[in-house]
């Protein structure tokens, strides 16, 4: 009995490797009612359009052209491999957006003649910021919050205390017309980083015609280089709740149509939204920007509501336009620094903000430090006051002394940063935004290069390339343009 029963056994596991081993042979063809059909689905489709839907194994795609529909989790464990040169388009209907949770790994490394490109799923000449959702990554790196729900309405917690841990891989990737508003004021951004660890590796970055913010960390402690924030419709580079990391060769460029009610900026940088001192700081460095504000670059431009209307690209989704602010807005105790760059074209240049806590303070402590700035064609160097727009004293953020000029005025020319009047004086290849392939290179005689000493801070030693140029560019050449090949300043009319 007992050798029957193990003879049955035996042909029973068999019959099931014959099944397993047919299967294996036909990989491209999985189990219709499976994970990876609903992922891969025709080879055309990422996600079942529902706001719910995780992977949660190891996939990788075909380099293709994918529609990504619904809000695809990348769970816990699981990664998603996506190829130099592949186009996902996100879709309208299903509020697309693609997030990676905890413990999950994105793996997008394009190359600069093979970008990888996330965008709107709308035909060419009809897409508009806010089309879809946008682009996700949470891990468990610190914040001063704890546990955090990331901003814009998915479901997703980060935050740990693993500052090296790794998310995963984004390299030459864009992100274009983003940002759809799943409720008043709960946008995603075109990038949200949300506690993103320095093992994770991100550089060569555009974001374009993002409905909020085009890249917002919510602390972490993940460090960049190259990114590129195309008129957006709120802040270029938005910074929180004790992020940390070390940025290099940014530029930040807005469309004079385009700027979002809360105030648009270059920098926004918080270190929580109460202004406590509460630990980690945001205490995030920055070097190399170059900020292309709407002056100069329209000769009618008004920073008036009347001006700002969104042009072409208003999607009339439900988000308010406004009027622009600061280069650099730094408040609420934040102690971000920035050395070496060039912002140009603002209402205000600096704004250091006393209205939670007290970010002057660490300024004139050494704690945030701003070296080696040349600010032109602002409107005003400062202001001490937000949405005030005027250039008087103020120590708490609210009463002005109307016979002194700004803390953020005066600070800005103690700190070895210079002030220009005119924008030509910077002597830029190009210094707006509206032509085709637009380069913002130093050209020659420009006192923005040839420099010694930018890197002597101890805030600089480690984590950047030590160069003698202030900016974004060394020059205006081809070879100096990090740039060519994967950006795109005209998505609207491009073939996907």
């Given at each position: 009995?007992?050798?029957f029963?193990l003879?049955?056994?035996?042909?029973?596991?068999?019959?099931?490797l014959?099944?397993?081993?047919?299967?294996s042979d036909?990989?491209?063809e999985?189990?219709?009612?499976?994970?990876?059909?609903?992922l891969f689905?025709d080879g055309t489709?990422?996600g079942?359009?529902?706001?719910?839907?995780?992977?949660?194994?190891?996939?990788?795609?075909?380099?293709?052209?994918?529609?990504l529909k619904?809000?695809?989790?990348?769970?816990?464990?699981?990664?998603?491999?996506?190829?130099?040169?592949?186009?996902i388009?996100?879709?309208?209907?299903?509020?697309?957006a693609?997030i990676?949770?905890?413990?999950?790994q994105?793996?997008?490394?394009g190359?600069a003649?093979?970008?990888?490109?996330?965008?709107s799923?709308?035909?060419?000449?009809?897409?508009?910021?806010?089309?879809?959702?946008?682009?996700?990554?949470?891990?468990?790196?610190t914040?001063?919050k704890?546990?955090m729900?990331?901003e814009?309405?998915p479901r997703t917690?980060?935050?740990?205390?693993?500052?090296?841990?790794n998310?995963?891989v984004?390299?030459?990737?864009r992100?274009?017309?983003?940002?759809?508003?799943?409720?008043?004021d709960?946008?995603i951004?075109g990038?949200?980083f949300?506690?993103?660890?320095?093992?994770?590796?991100?550089?060569h970055?555009?974001?374009?015609?993002?409905?909020?913010?085009?890249?917002e960390?919510?602390?972490?402690?993940?460090?960049?280089?190259?990114?590129?924030?195309?008129h957006?419709w709120?802040?270029?580079?938005d910074t929180?709740?004790?992020?940390?990391?070390?940025?290099?060769f940014?530029?930040?460029?807005?469309?004079?149509?385009?700027?979002?009610?809360?105030?648009s900026?270059?920098?926004?940088?918080?270190?929580?939204?109460d202004?406590?001192?509460?630990?980690?700081?945001?205490?995030?460095?920055?070097?190399?920007?170059t900020?292309?504000?709407p002056?100069?670059?329209a000769s009618d431009?008004a920073?008036t509501?009347?001006?700002?209307?969104?042009?072409?690209?208003?999607?009339?989704?439900?988000?308010?336009t406004?009027t622009f602010?600061?280069?650099?807005?730094?408040?609420?105790?934040?102690?971000?620094?920035c050395?070496?760059?060039?912002a140009?074209?603002?209402?205000?240049?600096?704004l250091?903000?006393?209205?939670?806590?007290d970010?002057?303070?660490a300024a004139?402590?050494?704690?945030?430090?701003?070296?080696?700035?040349?600010?032109?064609?602002?409107t005003i160097?400062?202001?001490?006051?937000?949405?005030s727009?005027?250039?008087?004293?103020?120590t708490?953020?609210?009463t002005?002394?109307?016979?002194?000029?700004?803390?953020?005025?005066?600070f800005?020319?103690?700190?070895e940063?210079?002030?220009m009047?005119?924008?030509?004086?910077l002597?830029?290849?190009?210094p707006?935004s509206m032509i085709?392939?637009?380069?913002?290179?130093?050209t020659?005689?420009?006192?923005?290069?040839?420099?010694?000493?930018?890197f002597?801070?101890?805030m600089?030693s480690?984590?950047?390339?030590?160069?003698?140029?202030?900016?974004a560019?060394k020059?205006?050449a081809?070879?100096?343009?990090?740039?060519?090949?994967?950006?795109?300043?005209?998505?609207q009319?491009?073939?996907y």
């Open positions: 009995m007992k050798t029963r003879f049955g056994m035996m042909l029973i596991a068999c019959f099931a014959f099944i397993t081993s047919c299967s036909d990989n491209d999985p189990d219709p009612s499976s994970d990876e059909q609903i689905g489709q990422i079942n359009g529902d706001q719910e839907f995780e992977i949660k194994e190891t996939h990788t795609l075909k380099k293709g052209t994918y529609t619904g809000w695809v989790y990348i769970a816990n464990g699981a990664s998603l491999t996506i190829p130099a040169g592949t186009i388009k996100g879709d309208k209907d299903t509020k697309a693609l990676v949770e905890p413990g999950g994105l793996f997008a490394e190359t003649t093979e970008p990888i490109v996330l965008t799923a709308q035909a060419k000449g009809s897409r508009k910021p806010g089309d879809w959702g946008g682009l996700i990554i949470c891990g468990r790196a914040n001063n704890g546990s729900i990331i814009g309405g917690t980060h935050g740990g205390t693993d500052d090296n841990d998310s995963g984004l390299s030459y990737v992100v274009e017309f983003a940002g759809y508003p799943f409720q008043t709960q946008e951004n990038i949200t949300g506690s993103v660890g320095k093992g994770t590796k991100v550089d970055l555009q974001v374009s015609y993002s409905n909020d913010d085009s890249f960390w919510f602390g972490g402690a993940v460090n960049c280089k190259y990114l590129v924030a195309y957006g709120d802040d270029d580079f929180d709740n004790g992020f940390s990391g070390k940025m290099q940014l530029l930040g460029v807005r469309n004079p149509k385009i700027a979002d009610t809360s105030l900026n270059g920098f926004e940088s918080d270190n929580n939204s202004g406590t001192t509460a630990s980690p700081l945001t205490s995030c460095v920055f070097s190399n920007v900020f292309v504000g002056i100069g670059q431009f920073n509501s009347e001006y700002i209307t969104g042009g072409n690209y208003n999607p009339q989704n439900g988000s308010k406004g602010q600061a280069a650099m807005q730094i408040r609420r105790n934040s102690n971000l620094s050395f070496n760059s060039i140009m074209g603002y209402p205000v240049g600096l250091l903000d006393n209205q939670k806590g970010t002057q303070g004139t402590k050494g704690n945030l430090k701003l070296k080696n700035l040349y600010f032109a064609g602002m160097l400062g202001s001490d006051v937000n949405k727009w005027k250039d008087f004293y103020s708490d953020g609210a002005m002394d109307e016979s002194k000029e700004s803390f953020s005025h005066t800005f020319l103690a700190q940063n210079q002030y009047e005119n924008i030509a004086d002597k830029l290849n190009q707006n085709a392939n637009p380069n913002w290179g130093p020659a005689g420009s006192p923005l290069t040839g420099k010694t000493g930018l002597d801070d101890t600089l480690s984590g950047f390339d030590k160069v003698d140029y202030i900016g560019f020059s205006d081809d070879a100096d343009n990090w740039m060519k090949g994967w950006t795109n300043f005209d998505p009319n491009t073939d």
